[in-house]
């Protein structure tokens, strides 16, 4: 024992406290409320300590947690499980080495079914159905989602006293934004916010700084979408607030690229501009090559052209939208929905240099994927381009008209 303790041997600790006890891998599991297969891993050296599950090990065997030595600056506050372990492997130390409790408190058989697998879990269920939103109608999806929003609810319920409560509360929040995207695409903007602020407050119990800011950018970004600029920017405002100095660069990229939109909304022209230069700053640094959760995929230049193209279209300025629109469209290509909600933006663009007949091409295609796969969100955006459609009467624009027509009432569609 002294020569794990001098190592920081875990795994070593672990094995002396239980075999000290006389307990197999099993009755430890038991004792301490973990599944077995968790303390085979610790005993394994697989399975680093978080200070949560530190704290509950204390908590269940009758250490005080006083003598944990728990507070102070050098105490991570986010629920992030790599920073977290750091700390966590100094106390682990103290707090399996002090001598354990005769009998262990019982756990209650709800939270007995809480175990390290389950927020995975509820993750791996969220990432199949985004994964399915590609192409498949958000109507489609929406009543599995909201199961499953509810599912993610019980189960952080039944999690709030496990060492687990903050990895669900994050699987909770992921299920909840997901859930508010659907709704969003469905044009159901009250239930989309209702997802939202869930997402948000969930985010905030799994005490991680980056989903938090993530969800209540993503808020801001919809509250922005739905032509209400000033409350999408003061979202967004606040989400960098949270997100302080210092953050990943593509954190801090994607946030200045939902308040460029949010200046341009409100015709804010330089400040869109500082927003867009500060993101392209950002994904240029050498450090951005790997986005940190919540996001999954590099925030690179190409993304940042997309919204520098957003902010151009609605700053009325086609010549730079389009060329940034070239930009964006060299690299991967979106989904269909949302290729669909940027043909739209792109058909604003040619509509404001005069090129009518292009405007109203990209209109109708983007309008026929809206039509195939439901989405009200990309058949609203094409509703607003031809009310807002100022130039000129052409054959196109009637050929538009027909379109929505047969969309709106259900008639036979022009659309294939």
Known sequence: MAAALSTCDI??????????????????????GYSQSWVSRVVNGQQ???????????TRLGIPLHQLR????????EGDPTRRREFGKAAAVTALTLPLSAAAAPVPAAQAEIHEETAPTLRAITGGQRRMDA????????????AHVDLAGLTLERARNTPFAADVAAAASEAAGFAAWLHADMGDAGSARSYYRIAVERARRARSRLLDVYMLGSLAAFEIDADDPALGLSLAHEAGRRLGAGAHPTATAWLACVRAQGQAGLGRTAEADREIALAERCVDRPDNAHPPWPWVFAFEPAKVAGYRALVNVRLKRPGPARRAFAEAFSGTRPGAKQGAVLQVEMARAHAHAGDADEAFRLAGEALT????????????????FRKEYRGPRARAADRLDAQLTAVLTGGPSSLV
């Open 70 to 77: 728990f507070g102070g600056a050098g105490e991570p506050d």
């Open 48 to 58: 680093s300590l978080t200070v949560d599950q530190v704290r509950d090990l204390a």
């Open 11 to 32: 795994a070593a600790i672990v094995e002396e406290v239980r075999r000290f006890r006389g307990w197999s891998q099993g009755e430890l599991a038991r004792a301490v």
């Open 369 to 384: 994927t809206g039509a195939r796969l439901r989405s009200e969100r990309v058949v609203d955006r094409v509703r607003r």
């Open 135 to 146: 192409a498949a109608p958000a109507r489609d999806l929406a009543r599995g989602a909201i």
